[in-house]
């Protein structure tokens, strides 16, 4: 065989292999961050929206947010009460500092869905969606005490 079809083949080859090992990786990562089994393909999508949500808050949000993050008890005060809507909008007209609106708004749902999350609400059972009037009908309600896990 020539060279450049060896090389060609086994280019090929590892595509065909990522593309088969990442789907059945991607589920066990999620469970294990969120703890949640998803039962079906919503819940699923919706637990890797968080997923999703926390690369991007690591990679986008936390050279600011490390220190005081934004999972402790004076951010739920604020936001508790409040819709998604409003949270949704504040971080995508001001996040990242500097750089606000650079982000898709599916981005911006995948790091409320997990800023949602790791306050201590349940992951949904859908996605967040980036709709305005969708995400001001979901009301942000924070455990009064939240768990361990949840920090
Ligand atoms: C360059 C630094 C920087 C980056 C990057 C950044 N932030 Fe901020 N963020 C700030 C500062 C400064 C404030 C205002 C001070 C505060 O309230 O903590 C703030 C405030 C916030 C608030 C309001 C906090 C509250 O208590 O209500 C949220 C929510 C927020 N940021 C989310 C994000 C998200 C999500 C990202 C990533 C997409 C992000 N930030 C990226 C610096 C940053």
Excluded at 24 to 30: E, F, K
Excluded at 75 to 92: M, P, T, V
Excluded at 102 to 126: F, Q, W
Aim: glycine letters at 6%.
């Amino acid at each position: 065989m020539p060279r450049r079809r060896l090389r060609h083949s086994i280019a090929a080859f590892c595509g065909f292999l990522c593309a088969a090992t990442l789907p059945a990786a991607l589920p066990s990562l999620v469970q294990a961050q969120a703890a949640v089994t998803p039962t079906d393909s919503a819940a699923a999508a919706a637990a890797r929206q968080v997923a999703l949500g926390e690369q991007w808050f690591r990679s986008a949000c936390l050279e600011c947010h490390a220190a005081r993050g934004l999972d402790n008890a004076d951010f739920r005060l604020k936001w508790g009460g409040r819709s998604a809507l409003d949270l949704f909008a504040l971080i995508r007209s001001t996040m990242p500092d500097g750089k606000p609106g650079s982000l898709t708004p599916g981005t911006y749902a995948a790091i409320v869905s997990y800023l949602m999350t790791v306050n201590g609400m349940p992951v949904g059972a859908r996605r967040l969606s980036t709709d305005s009037s969708t995400l001001m009908s979901i009301r942000l309600a924070f455990p009064a005490k939240s768990s361990p896990t949840n920090r």
